[in-house]
């Protein structure tokens, strides 16, 4: 019996030293699977890692939501762009979004929520339609009832801007600021010059203005604070221009 004190020594640490081994390797497993380290078996176990989705690619070089057809109607020399995405093709409610070219990519700088024509878009607008046409459209002038806010686009301020007063009153201050879409308009002439190049049967008069909460004739409508950091923004020397259409005909290919 005189043995029995160190053998019985021996098999406590043997069992003492398996009791640590099996604390270990929980310990190391704890650790693996908690504030986002590898699960799923996916450490040095030889596990097969969960699978991930492949990341989207987004070409900086063009403007997101816009597919071939209209991204190359861009001006090359435009480094400032107005994306209207519609909702839908019969929808008056849309997005704007002002894009700015820094080198050879875009920058989305700023969006809001917008209107379009009350019936939504088309390829061919026709007067009273009231449907705004798809398509890409330089900006060249500005205008409306109240006095220049800092416009870098020529500005023309007169009260001739003013809405009819038989018009529902929550539309009488849509063009207290205006700036022309550049669709069957002479170019360098105030917003309202009723001039139309190809004929009255295709529209005109055609703005981004003073948004009154619904669908427009066929103008594109934001807040007035929008207007103004737009006025303030579009810079002709950057050759400004607005790509406009419901989303699903602004991704067409051809």
């Given at each position: 019996?005189?043995?029995?004190?160190?053998?019985?020594?021996?098999?406590?640490?043997?069992?003492?030293?398996?009791?640590?081994?099996?604390?270990?390797?929980?310990?190391?497993?704890?650790?693996?699977?908690?504030?986002?380290?590898?699960?799923?078996?996916?450490?040095?176990?030889?596990?097969?890692?969960?699978?991930?989705?492949?990341?989207?690619?987004?070409?900086?070089?063009?403007?997101?939501?816009?597919?071939?057809?209209?991204?190359?109607?861009?001006?090359?020399?435009?480094?400032?762009?107005?994306?209207?995405?519609?909702?839908?093709?019969?929808?008056?409610?849309?997005?704007?979004?002002?894009?700015?070219?820094?080198?050879s990519?875009?920058?989305?700088?700023?969006?809001?929520?917008?209107?379009?024509?009350?019936?939504?878009?088309?390829?061919?607008?026709?007067?009273?339609?009231?449907?705004s046409?798809v398509?890409?459209?330089?900006?060249?002038?500005?205008?409306?009832?109240?006095?220049?806010p800092?416009?870098?686009?020529?500005y023309?301020?007169?009260a001739?801007?003013?809405?009819?007063?038989?018009?529902?009153?929550?539309?009488?201050?849509?063009?207290?600021?205006?700036?022309?879409?550049?669709?069957?308009?002479?170019?360098?002439?105030?917003?309202?010059?009723?001039?139309?190049?190809e004929?009255?049967?295709k529209?005109?008069?055609?703005?981004?203005?003073?948004?009154?909460?619904?669908?427009?004739?066929?103008?594109?409508?934001?807040?007035?604070?929008?207007?103004?950091?737009?006025?303030?923004?579009?810079?002709?020397?950057?050759?400004?221009?607005v790509?406009?259409?419901?989303?699903?005909?602004?991704?067409?290919?051809?």
């Open positions: 019996m005189r043995n029995g004190g160190p053998r019985r020594a021996r098999v406590a640490a043997a069992a003492l030293g398996s009791l640590l081994t099996a604390l270990t390797a929980l310990t190391a497993l704890t650790t693996l699977t908690a504030c986002g380290g590898p699960q799923h078996g996916a450490g040095s176990g030889g596990g097969k890692a969960a699978p991930t989705r492949p990341a989207t690619t987004v070409d900086p070089t063009r403007i997101p939501g816009v597919g071939d057809r209209w991204q190359r109607r861009i001006p090359a020399e435009s480094r400032q762009v107005v994306a209207v995405y519609g909702d839908g093709k019969n929808s008056p409610d849309s997005t704007v979004a002002l894009y700015t070219k820094r080198g990519a875009w920058d989305r700088i700023r969006s809001w929520p917008a209107h379009n024509g009350k019936k939504g878009w088309t390829t061919d607008h026709h007067e009273g339609d009231d449907r046409p398509g890409v459209f330089t900006l060249s002038d500005a205008g409306g009832i109240l006095r220049n800092g416009s870098k686009l020529p023309t301020q007169s001739a801007f003013a809405a009819p007063r038989w018009w529902a009153k929550s539309y009488w201050h849509d063009f207290d600021y205006v700036i022309a879409i550049d669709y069957n308009r002479v170019k360098g002439t105030p917003p309202n010059d009723p001039t139309r190049p004929g009255q049967s529209g005109g008069s055609i703005w981004l203005h003073m948004d009154h909460g619904s669908g427009t004739s066929a103008c594109v409508s934001l807040s007035g604070s929008a207007m103004e950091y737009l006025l303030r923004t579009i810079d002709p020397d950057r050759h400004p221009v790509v406009m259409g419901d989303r699903a005909d602004l991704k067409r290919p051809h």
